[in-house]
């Protein structure tokens, strides 16, 4: 039987503090989310669509540079656990690159293998 795990007051309390001193941040992810569900669960070819024009638009309207400056502004307006997050994203990327780079390693190693066996192997008669 599984447990149902349950918030404590203090961390009930906590949250709300934090809800109500960054209400800006808080709604900005609210929406953020919101977003994202609709584009990945509801949306119809026809909202994609739209959905792109839209960014295109603003894209044009506005565009986008980045700088070391807008990076850091946003490391800083970060929540210590999403920096925890894209911590733990960035260190599962480097894996990820690093398991690829080890199977094309062993792919190369392989080819080689298999072509000096061929080499050393006589020809049929």
Known sequence: MTE???TT???Q???NAYRQKNK?????LNQRSATKRFITANAT??????VKEWLSER???EPTEITAEAIQQYINSLSQSELQWL??????????????EDKQRLQEEKR???SEIKMDLPEPE
């Open 59 to 61: 894209q044009k309207a």
């Open 24 to 28: 800006e941040r808080t709604q900005y």
């Open 112 to 114: 080689t293998v298999n």
């Open 87 to 100: 911590e733990l994203e960035a260190k599962k990327r480097r894996l990820h690159l690093r398991d690829q």
């Open 45 to 50: 070819d026809e909202d994609i669509i739209l």
């Open 9 to 11: 007051k203090a961390q």
């Open 4 to 6: 149902k795990k349950t």
């Open 13 to 15: 309390r906590a949250t």
